[in-house]
């Protein structure tokens, strides 16, 4: 099966940039959806097909995707975007979604 | 578009539970539903999935031969039958809807705690 792989945790200030990153074999070759979950929540989608965002997100939530690497890079972060945040692709089967293992965004 | 999962509680080891997941404002039998878990301190695990018209279905290795999923299109709801339930089975449930690949919305999830 397909193996994603996240950091388990990044920490920034508020105000600066914080970057997720998600790596997997050839990655690019497929297309990155991103999860905001808050504990007590139900997650939600901020990041689809790499790069789009659905209604509602914030620009400062943006994703790329390129070789090994998909990265998802927030901005302007603000304290209410401490949360976990995961990556998810299609296995090579096509049968079922993978999830990354998360990655726990702390704001300072 | 909304997903309201019911069903869970606390149950013995190798006992059932029926989750149920209610949608509203879409047709599950349209498209893709699945079953993801998060168990305590841990990440999302998709444990089972139904494709829309074709119905087909999968299952994670972990619950494979245990866990059933199905829907009722009368009642626009998503089941998942676990049966020999397990510690490690202990998790949130949540289901969501495919989503041109990816999946949203989501239900806020139920509580499945094994133990005796």
């Known amino acids: 099966s397909y193996v994603l792989t996240q950091p388990p945790s990044v920490s920034v200030a508020p105000g600066q940039t914080a970057r997720v990153t998600c790596v997997g074999n050839n990655i690019g070759s497929k297309s990155v959806n991103w999860y905001q979950l808050r504990p007590g929540q139900a997650p939600v989608l901020i990041v689809y097909v790499d790069s789009d965002r659905p209604s509602g997100i914030p620009e400062r939530f943006a994703g790329s995707n390129s070789g090994n690497t998909a990265t998802l890079t927030v901005t302007r972060v603000e304290a209410g975007d401490e949360a976990d945040y995961y990556c998810q692709v299609w296995d090579s089967s096509g049968d079922h979604p993978v999830f990354g293992g998360g990655t726990k965004l702390t704001v300072l | 578009v909304q997903l309201l999962e019911s069903g869970g509680g606390l149950v013995e080891p190798g006992r059932s539970l029926r989750l149920s997941c209610a949608a509203s404002?879409?047709?599950?039998?349209?498209?893709?539903m699945i079953w993801v878990r998060q168990a305590p301190g841990k990440g999302l695990e998709c444990v089972s999935g139904i494709s829309g018209s074709a119905g087909r279905t999968y299952y994670a290795d972990s619950v494979k031969g245990r866990f059933s999923i199905s829907r009722d299109n009368s009642k626009n709801t998503l089941y998942l039958q676990m049966n020999g339930l397990r510690a490690e089975d202990s998790a949130v449930y949540h289901c969501a809807k495919d989503w041109y690949g990816a999946f949203d919305p989501w239900g806020q999830g139920t509580l499945v705690t094994v133990s005796s």
């Open positions: 404002g879409f047709t599950i039998s349209s498209f893709a």
